[in-house]
């Protein structure tokens, strides 16, 4: 059984800093494209960033370019987003995200075999 568990959101305030991370089980973490997705209520989950399997290929929404920065282990099975000069827009619940290949365009949901449960993220202004 695949499990994704997101841990590391919290409250910040605004311009302060979290890390997000993410433990994987029950598949074979260095075979798999990871990413990070947001929602904020009432909107679409959106993209925010992605990886390769090897690490060596990363890809980042425009309005998350230069604060985020995601990275992997995968000795650990873990994927973090380390979040930087946080915006009260970015407020929303983090999921993690599983794909078999990065190919195509990574931002689509849909394309995503495994999700984790979601951690919130708070920014005060």
């Known amino acids: 059984q695949v499990q994704l568990v997101e841990t590391g959101g919290g409250l910040v305030q605004s311009g302060g800093s979290l890390r997000l991370s993410c433990a994987a089980s029950g598949l074979t973490f260095d075979s798999y494209a990871m990413a990070w997705f947001r929602q904020a209520p009432g909107k679409e989950r959106e993209f925010v960033s992605a990886?390769?399997?090897?690490?060596?290929?990363?890809n980042y929404a425009d309005s998350v370019k230069g604060r985020f920065t995601i990275s992997r282990d995968n000795a650990k099975n873990t994927v973090s987003l380390q979040m930087n000069s946080l915006k009260p827009e970015d407020m929303a619940v983090y999921y993690c995200?599983?794909?078999?290949?990065?190919?195509?365009?990574?931002?689509?949901?849909?394309?995503?075999?495994?999700w984790g449960q979601g951690t919130q993220v708070t920014v005060s202004s």
């Open positions: 990886i390769s399997w090897s690490g060596s290929y990363t």
């Open positions: 995200a599983a794909k078999r290949a990065y190919t195509g365009d990574v931002s689509v949901k849909y394309d995503y075999n495994y």
